[in-house]
């Protein structure tokens, strides 16, 4: 590292430190947007003096766990820069990269809108890109948009980099064909198949004709095994599968992961099909490393929650279970999951309206709620925006006598506890800000450890 | 009595939750102890003008609309005859742009709507994004205000003498600059407003079904029995105040 770029870091650094001590939060990003100001080269530099290289990770849903579970596997194997705070911007990457002297290799979780800045900027070994689903239009804009900005981006990687995608994602799958280095991964267990497409799946259409595909098997959402019976579009051949999936409450699933060098059951300490993906996208980015199959099981056997994601914490006489919900996608997925596991009869649920949530809360009309109304005995609402979950529960048939709206965070949190009886489980399902804002709370009160306690160790 | 709906591509345009304006609809007409019958018009699907009480279209991504654009059209005749007939309509977003007479694209090309609403669109370089708040301009809203979620990049200007849905107090509205939002024809509304924009606008809601029975029963619109409202006034209230405090401004 030449001599100015040490004297910023260090320069950052510190900012870092005091960011934390006067009580700002994480001071995830402060170093990074420093540097950043300082000298905008600095990113090349710091990606680059990482012996084993950088490897990116994107997706609209996913991306905090599928980085977890990867930190898990390669963690190891080698010394990891991973920003596993979630700041997965240009300056948040930049802070992980400052923060971690004598890493071997980059593990960055990448936003989906930074993605090509970060591809073409860090000369990745590898990129794992997860999904593409509808997600806070106000910010991202249409899917198709996202999708073009990638292929642009992946037009220009050197050959070397390998590209990990999902197969079971049309829009996904295309992006990159005509490479040589590729894994791509998806689900095969039609036993574990959705009846039918649901309400806000996204790319229903052949991306290369625009016929409506047929889904051999859907998994979660768009995803799954489809064909164009116009033009033949088709999911291409899987070199990494899940297979054999075996659900287990809300406590985690195993399957058996196949790769071109074996197979080997794997358990996974998360429910969902859609942690299935996350597995799968992790467990092929390290494989593509170089990882052994037997390493790659154990990782996740090794793997917990990433914040915020199924992640459970104990109070006295009962848990709480924490369920992230962002985007329709994301949510049905996480509904679909609790119906599966048995949802809890007292529920959660916080919308916030700021940025990182998305300023448009239309979305939660989107996501199918149902299966939880229909099983829930008592919901709270709660957050900025509690009065319009609430008349998304009461228009969907939901009776007024079992809600209540308690608007304030940690109120909510203590009357859902309240209605949850000893020796329960009560379901927390937040937004963004709301679930930072949750687990703060939880924090504070010796639940849960803080999110950046091993920052910068 | 029973309300026949026909929604227009609920397939293709449904990106702004949509789903929500026919719950409220669907609920709302419940509780007067009318039966609301949805019935999806589609791309293989006939629509025969007068069929329905009330037609319903949304909005989608942009490839979602060019699929569907040239099948609206054909189907221009048959809109205009239903709304000239009394049939009450609600337009939002991208369905709002197609039903007027058309949309310029940023490449010069030209989308034929359907002619129902006296403007042109014409695509914008930025997108208007943000919470709305309106006052209304119909007569039947007088003293009402309208909240919701804008997000387009279509700028739609109206003819002189068109009736818009409401004034902009706060927002971007039909083109950034002319200061109202929305338009209306007879019983036919056409906004960009979502949020979705029933639920919290309730009294909108229900002058959409009173237009509705009216078609039914061949009568004049009456007004609906007054219903409790509090979640729906809390929600049109902090939905209110967001825009105030952080909604786009006319440029």
């Known amino acids: ?14 900012v870092g430190r005091l960011s934390r001590a006067a009580g700002r939060g994480g001071g995830t990003t402060l170093p990074g947007k420093l540097v950043w100001k300082l000298d905008p080269g600095a990113l090349e530099l710091l990606a680059g003096r990482l012996p084993q290289g950088v490897v990116l990770v994107s997706a609209t849903n996913g991306k905090t766990t599928t980085t977890a579970i990867a930190s898990s596997i390669l963690g190891s194997a080698y010394r990891l820069a991973w920003n596993n705070s979630g700041a997965n911007l240009a300056s948040g990457v930049t802070s992980t990269l400052l923060a971690a002297d004598g890493a071997e290799l980059g593990l960055l979780e990448v936003d989906e809108f930074a993605l090509p800045e970060m591809m073409r900027r860090t000369r990745p070994r590898a990129v794992c890109l997860g999904n593409l689903f509808r997600d806070q239009l106000d910010r991202y804009g249409e899917l198709e948009h996202i999708a073009e900005r990638w292929r642009d981006a992946v037009a220009e990687l050197p050959p070397e980099t390998t590209l990990v995608a999902n197969a079971d994602d049309p829009l996904v799958a295309t992006l990159p064909e005509g490479r040589d280095r590729v894994v791509l991964f998806g689900v095969d267990d039609p036993r574990r198949a959705r009846p039918a497409l649901q309400h806000a799946s996204d790319s229903k259409y052949c991306v290369r004709c625009g016929h409506p595909y047929r889904y051999d098997a859907a998994y979660v959402a768009h995803l799954g095994a489809y064909r164009c019976e116009m033009c033949g579009h088709a999911r291409p051949a899987l070199d990494v599968a899940a297979r054999e999936i075996e659900p287990d409450g809300l406590d985690g ?6 790769a071109p060098s074996g197979s080997a059951r794997v358990r996974l300490a998360v429910p969902g099909l859609y942690n299935v993906y996350n597995a799968l996208a992790a467990a092929s980015l390290a494989l593509s490393l170089g990882i052994a199959l037997d390493d790659v099981a154990a990782g996740i056997g090794r793997f917990s929650a990433a914040f915020g994601r199924f992640e459970r914490f104990a109070v006295p006489d009962r848990s709480v279970l924490l369920v992230l919900i962002k985007n329709p996608a994301g949510a049905n997925e996480a509904i679909r999951t609790l119906e599966d596991g048995g949802v809890p009869p007292t529920l959660v649920v916080a919308l916030n309206d700021r940025i990182a949530d998305g300023r ?23 957050g900025e925006r509690a009065a319009e ?5 009461t228009y969907a048939g939901f009776p007024l006598e079992r809600l209540e709206l308690v608007a304030g965070l940690e109120d909510a949190l203590d009357r859902g506890l309240e209605l949850t009886p000893a020796g329960g489980e009560l379901a927390v399902l937040p937004t963004y800000t709301a679930m930072l804002e949750l687990r703060a709370i939880a924090t504070t009160r010796g639940l849960t450890r803080p999110y950046w306690e091993d920052d910068d160790a | 009595m029973i309300l026949r709906v026909g929604h227009l591509y609920p397939e293709y345009l449904n990106i702004y939750a949509d789903r929500g304006n026919i719950a409220v609809l669907t609920r709302r007409a419940e509780a007067r102890g009318h039966e609301l019958t949805v019935e999806p018009v589609t791309l293989e699907t006939a629509l025969v003008s007068g069929a329905h009480d009330l037609l319903y279209i949304g909005g989608g991504q942009d490839r979602e609309q060019a699929m569907i654009a040239p099948d609206l059209a054909e189907r221009a005749g048959a809109i205009r005859e239903s709304v000239e007939g009394g049939a009450a309509l609600l337009a939002v977003c991208g369905g709002y742009q197609l039903l007027g007479r058309g949309y ?5 090309s030209w989308l034929e709507g359907v002619g129902l609403f006296p403007h042109e669109t ?11 708040l309106l006052e209304s301009t119909l007569p039947e809203g007088r003293g009402r205000t309208i909240a919701g979620f804008e997000n387009h990049a279509g700028r739609t200007v109206l003819d002189d ?4 849905l409401g004034r902009v107090v706060a927002g971007y509205g039909n083109d950034g600059s002319s200061g109202f939002e929305g338009c209306r024809v007879r019983r036919a509304v056409g906004t960009y407003l979502h949020g979705p924009l029933l639920p919290r606008n309730p009294w909108l809601a229900d002058l959409m079904l009173s237009w509705a029975v009216a078609h039914g029963t061949g009568d004049e619109p009456e007004p609906l029995a007054a219903l409790g409202d509090e979640l729906e006034t809390q929600a049109h209230a902090v939905a209110a105040e967001r825009a105030r405090r952080r909604g786009g401004r006319p440029a």
């Open chain 1, 1 to 14: 590292m030449g001599a100015r770029l040490a004297l910023e870091s260090s320069a950052a650094r510190l």
């Open chain 1, 253 to 258: 699933v195993s399957f058996v992961l196949h």
């Open chain 1, 360 to 382: 448009d809360v239309s979305w939660i009309w989107d996501v199918d709620f149902e299966p939880l109304l229909e099983r829930a005995d008592r919901i709270v609402v709660s």
């Open chain 1, 389 to 393: 979950l609430a008349l998304r529960f």
């Open chain 2, 104 to 108: 310029r694209g940023r490449d010069g």
């Open chain 2, 122 to 132: 014409v695509a914008g370089d930025t997108r208007m994004i943000g919470d709305v």
């Open chain 2, 161 to 164: 003498g068109a009736e818009a």
